[in-house]
């Protein structure tokens, strides 16, 4: 195969430039290959960085489950005990054709996100950090300024939303909405959602340790079942939290009340000191288990 064959000869010529021993007797280019090799890595993490900042990663997803099925489709009907001729032909057929037709049918497929990339390529840094990478000290200092702004803002009632992003990226919410790219402070998230200012009729998008965009639109959610009080706000806080895995916070204008929205489900009526706890539990959850298991591994080995 096409795929594998390039993949060898990349990992054949890593090996001779990093083999002292091969090198004497090669007469492969080094610094060619090992330039090669950088700029492949760097095109790959672009590629993969828009597509987690997307909904291109679950398309993804969808088609590699619906080649898996067919190539599954195309083995059982095969077999002499199964023996179903026309679906084997047809699923053949397609497998032949798609090869040819892949590169038409994946830009067609992901127009959108191939927009985005190329028109991102010189307004976004592609070492943006997400949640999962940012130091412990500066989820700390994350989650004080959110809870200490969301303090403030439900006490004059003002409404507010907004969105922290962690493995799923918010990207596909940022067109409509306006660039900040500062650091995260209390006075900053205030200031957007002053009713005075241009700002405020939408949401804040967090990445990393700073707000990335403010005056966001936000999916609804069309969760029936939700209660028929929920204004606007708390309907794109569940409706975002059901197409990410954001953690989404918002402050009704109504009553001041503090909700906050993770996995298409509302928790309602948050203290200042439920909101920290519940924002440090699940923006830290992962770096503690990530550590807490190589140290759990350390201690086991050295006994």
């Known amino acids: 195969m096409p795929v594998l ?12 430039a ?6 004497a007797n090669s007469n492969i280019p080094i610094i060619q290959t090992l330039v090669d090799i950088f700029l492949l890595a760097l095109l790959i993490y672009y590629i993969l960085k828009v597509v987690r900042e997307s909904k291109a990663l679950q398309l ?9 099925v067919l190539v599954l489709i195309d083995y059982v009907t095969g077999l002499k005990p199964v023996n179903l001729i026309s679906i084997n032909f047809i699923v053949r057929k397609a497998l032949e054709i798609l090869p040819t037709t892949l590169l038409i049918f994946l830009a067609i497929l992901f127009q959108p996100e191939l927009r985005k990339a190329l028109g991102s390529l010189g307004g976004k840094s592609v070492f943006e950090k997400p ?6 000290g500066q989820i700390k200092h994350l989650v004080k300024e959110v809870v200490n702004a969301m303090s403030h ?7 507010a939303i907004i969105a922290i992003e962690r493995q799923v990226g918010l990207g596909d919410y940022e067109s409509r909405g306006s660039r900040i790219d500062s650091l995260i402070t209390s006075g ?3 200031s957007i959602f002053n009713t005075s200012s241009p ?3 939408g949401g804040i998008i967090i990445r990393g340790d700073r707000i990335a965009f403010a005056r966001c639109v936000f999916p609804l959610s069309k969760d029936a079942n939700l ?3 929920l204004g606007t706000r708390h309907r794109a806080a569940v409706g975002l939290s059901e197409e990410t895995d954001a953690v989404v916070i918002c402050v009704s204008e109504e009553s001041g009340i503090i909700s906050l929205a993770t996995a298409g489900s509302l928790t309602r009526y948050l203290s200042d000191v439920e909101l920290e706890g519940l924002l440090r539990y699940m923006l830290d959850q992962k770096k503690t288990t990530f550590f807490s298991s190589i140290r759990n591994n350390f201690n086991g080995s050295k006994k």
């Open 227 to 229: 209660d028929e009080d």
């Open 199 to 201: 700002l405020h009729d």
């Open 60 to 68: 993804f997803q969808g088609l590699a489950i619906f080649l898996i």
């Open 153 to 159: 803002l439900s006490k004059s009632k003002t409404g």
């Open 188 to 190: 900053l998230i205030e």
């Open 131 to 136: 949640i999962d990478l940012i130091e412990p």
């Open 5 to 16: 064959d390039s993949l060898t000869q990349v990992l054949k010529s890593l090996f001779w």
């Open 18 to 23: 990093v083999n002292p021993i091969t090198q």
